[in-house]
């Protein structure tokens, strides 16, 4: 995430990113339900208020990344090539990020962590497939927005769903396969040929649209 120039904005960012830091070490240490709002603030060396000022939900402290990935996703399909079709420059941005080791797709005891407290958690699973539906209504914005059509073109929130599914489903079999292992190059592997798998899939779904 980029700095920003003037001093306030400077400071909000550090502040914010310590109550970040503060409740994902809490989380992972005794669980994301066992871990109160006052805990976190204690834990930063700020106040109740501050926290929610920059958090207004707790689970927002768990998944602190939520906009830059989305920013991710949207910054690659406007930059994308003309030659090469929406959904294939999605699959390449799968290649990309796991080749510069992005936090999104990085397999590490720490990343392990992260899914165990996750998978403890039912409000943490409730937060994710909420997020889940979120990012897939702005991969479609995104889609129909590359190719000239309306947000609501129907085949762009098909690929978009398509395309959430197959990089969780990616997301999830490459964390059990480093759970069992602690290999992250073959984690990696499994995640990036499911998603091969599911572009190609996607690919063939979405024939005869913009999108391929």
């Known amino acids: 995430m980029s700095m920003p120039s003037d001093l306030r904005s400077r400071k909000r960012l550090v502040t914010r990113q310590g109550i970040s830091n503060a409740a994902t070490r809490l989380f992972t240490e005794r669980g994301f339900d066992q871990v109160t709002v006052d805990d976190i603030a204690a834990a930063a060396d ?3 208020m501050t926290v929610f000022n920059h958090f207004p939900r707790k689970e927002d402290m768990f998944f602190d990344r939520e906009e830059e990935g989305l920013e991710v996703l949207r910054e690659a399909l406007r930059q ?63 889609l129909s927005e ?50 091969d798998k599911g572009t190609q899939g996607l690919k063939a779904a979405m024939a005869g649209t913009p999108y391929v």
């Open 80 to 142: 994308r090539d003309p030659r090469v079709s929406p959904i294939e420059t999605l699959g390449l941005l799968a290649h990309r990020l796991t080749a510069e080791q992005s936090p999104y797709v990085r397999f590490t005891a720490e990343s392990q962590a992260f899914m165990e407290t996750i998978e403890a958690s039912e409000s943490l699973k409730a937060r994710a497939r909420a997020i889940r539906d979120e990012i897939a209504q702005v991969v479609a914005a995104a």
């Open 46 to 48: 700020v106040g109740r």
């Open 146 to 195: 590359c190719v000239g059509r309306e947000a609501i073109d129907p085949a762009a929130h098909l690929a978009a769903d398509l395309l959430l599914a197959t990089w969780a489903v990616a997301l999830i079999q490459a964390h059990r396969r480093f759970r069992q292992t602690q290999d992250a190059e073959r984690s990696k592997a499994v995640f990036l040929a499911i998603v």
